[in-house]
C-alpha cells in the first residue's frame, strides 16, 4: 500500500476543500492514488459538502434535550444552522438536530466534542451533518452547545416559537438545585426559563455579571449626569442609583417575574422554597437562533437593475 504521507493529504485537501481526516481516509480506501481519492470524496458527496462551507448559515433550529437521572438531571442545548428557514422544516434536518442534542447529555459542552460522539446507529454526529449537507444541499453547521447537570433538583427548559417537540428558534435550560419534588422543581424551572426567553438576562447575580460592562454603564452614566448639570457632589449616589436600576434589568435574581411583575425571581425563589425547600438557580443558558451571525441579505430589486443596466 502506497504512504500516505502529510504532503499528499494537505494535496487533497487544498484540490478538494474537504477536511484532513476525510482526505487521508479517501487516499487510503484509494491506495495514495490522487484522482481516485478525489472522485470518492465526491461520490461520498464530501467534495459537494466542502464547497457549500462558505456560505452564511443563519437560520436552523435550536434543540433541547432532558434526562432524568437519580435524583437529579442532566440537559443539553445545541444551535444547528442552515443556510434557509425552508430546512428547519426538514423532518432530516430536525432528526439531525435532536440527534445533536442527544449526544450533548454525554460529552462536554464542546462542539468538537458534540461531532465526534455517535448516534444510537454509531454514526458519528459530524459525520452525520456533512452527509444532510450533501443530501440536502445547504451548508450546515453545529454551532454552539450547552449542558448543565444538576445531582439534586431539576432542569426547566423551554423552547420558543417551536416547530416541533424541543426544537425551536430560541433554546433554554435553567438548573436549579433542591431536594424537593423534582416534578415541581422542573415546572417552576420550565416558567423561569419562559421568562429568560423574554428577558434574556446577563447573569444570575449581581456578582455574576461581567464587572467590565458594569464599569462602562458606570462611565457612561457618570458621564451623562455631567452633561446633565449635575453637582459633582451627588453624581456618584446618582449613578449608583442607576446601576442598581440596570442590575435589576439584566441580573436574572433581581428581575421582575414576567407572569408577576410585583415579584422578583429572587422572591419567586423564596416562596416556591417554602414548600419545595431551599433552591437555587445554578446556571442558565439562552440560545437565539442566528445569534450574532451576520446574514445575507439579497435585494432582488438591485440585482435586476445591474443586470437591465438600470432600465
Known amino acids: 500500500m502506497a504512504e500516505i504521507t502529510a504532503a499528499l493529504v494537505k494535496e487533497l485537501r487544498e484540490k478538494s476543500g474537504v477536511g484532513m481526516m476525510d482526505c487521508k481516509r479517501a487516499l487510503q480506501e484509494n491506495d495514495g492514488d490522487m484522482q481516485a481519492a478525489i472522485d470518492w470524496l465526491r461520490a461520498k458527496g464530501l467534495s459537494k459538502a466542502a464547497k457549500k462551507a462558505d456560505r452564511a448559515a443563519a437560520e436552523g433550529l435550536v434543540a433541547i434535550a432532558v434526562r432524568a437521572e437519580a435524583g437529579g438531571m442532566t440537559a443539553s442545548a445545541v444551535e444547528l444552522n442552515a443556510e434557509t428557514d425552508f430546512v428547519a422544516r426538514n423532518e432530516l434536518f430536525q432528526n439531525a438536530a435532536r440527534a445533536a442534542a442527544h449526544a450533548a447529555l454525554d460529552v462536554q459542552p464542546d462542539v468538537a466534542a458534540i461531532n465526534e460522539a455517535k448516534t444510537p446507529d454509531g454514526e458519528k454526529i459530524g459525520d452525520m451533518i456533512t452527509n444532510l449537507i450533501a443530501t440536502i444541499g445547504e451548508n450546515m453547521v453545529l454551532r454552539r452547545s450547552a449542558r448543565f447537570q444538576v445531582s439534586k433538583g431539576a432542569i426547566g427548559a423551554y423552547v420558543h416559537n417551536a416547530v416541533a417537540p424541543q426544537l425551536g428558534k430560541i433554546g433554554v435550560l435553567v438548573a436549579i438545585e433542591g431536594e ?111 445569534e450574532g451571525v451576520e446574514k445575507k441579505t439579497d435585494d432582488f430589486a438591485a440585482e435586476v437593475a445591474s443586470m437591465t443596466g438600470g432600465q
Open 180 to 290: 424537593g419534588n423534582q416534578a415541581q422543581i422542573a415546572e417552576l424551572g420550565r416558567k423561569i426559563a419562559m421568562h429568560v426567553a423574554a428577558t434574556a438576562p446577563l447573569s444570575i447575580s449581581p456578582d455574576d455579571l461581567d464587572q467590565e460592562a458594569v464599569e462602562r454603564e458606570r462611565a457612561v452614566l457618570t458621564e451623562k449626569a455631567r452633561e446633565e448639570g449635575r453637582p459633582d457632589n451627588m453624581i456618584a449616589k446618582i449613578v449608583d442609583g442607576q446601576i442598581a436600576k440596570f442590575q435589576r434589568e439584566v441580573v436574572l435574581l433581581r428581575q421582575s417575574f414576567v407572569m408577576n411583575p410585583d415579584q422578583s425571581i429572587e422572591q419567586l425563589l423564596a416562596d416556591a422554597g417554602k414548600d419545595l425547600g431551599p433552591l437555587t438557580i445554578t446556571g442558565f443558558v439562552r440560545l437565539a437562533l442566528g
